[in-house]
């Protein structure tokens, strides 16, 4: 091996090795927690639909492989819906049939819209990006109900 071969592989494992010792010492020297997925902090972890007002909802949706979660949601007619989507794994789509509403669900950020529904009826919407081998599994609706009875649903999976 060339002398400046192995200069440069000695450097790399020692820079390596510094990172590494770097991460451990925040995470355990100075108590710095090392950034997680966004979908393991909450609202994403707990409920994901909330009443913030009246008829106004925030709702976060989580795309996954493959399915969303929530998947079915309810709401009442009139309903403003701060919408947040995510992903924990890989790039999905977002796309509510009828609806102004076509969104990327991106790991590690989150997109927001806000929708609201005048007309009840089932609104679908389905994952509109390539995402493996069960994309075309993932879908739901989102019904909107003039029944003053009814309740919003859709929180806990
Ligand atoms: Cu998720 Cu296609």
Redesign the pocket.
């Not at 890989?90 to 789509?93: A, C, D, K, P, Y």
């Given at each position: 091996m060339d002398k400046s071969e192995s200069f440069a592989l000695g450097l790399s494992g020692l820079l390596l090795a510094v990172f590494i010792i770097a991460i451990l010492y925040a995470q355990f020297a100075r108590n710095i927690e090392i950034p997680t997925c966004i979908t393991d902090v909450e609202p994403f972890t707990t409920d994901t639909l909330f009443q913030v007002g009246e008829d106004e909802y925030e709702l976060h949706m989580i795309?996954?492989?493959?399915a969303f979660q929530p998947s079915e949601i309810t709401l009442p007619v009139g309903s403003k819906v701060h919408l947040y989507v995510t992903?924990p794994d890989?790039?999905?789509?977002f796309k509510i049939e009828n609806k102004n509403v076509n969104l990327m669900?991106v790991p590690q950020a989150i997109n927001y819209i806000s929708v609201t529904f005048d007309e009840e009826g089932d609104y679908f919407f389905?994952?509109?990006?390539?995402?493996?081998a069960a994309?075309?599994a993932?879908a739901g609706r989102i019904i909107i109900t003039a029944d003053d009875e009814a309740q919003a649903t859709g929180g806990q999976p």
């Open positions: 795309a996954r492989m493959w992903s890989i790039i999905h789509g669900a389905a994952c509109h990006e390539f995402c493996g994309h075309h993932m």
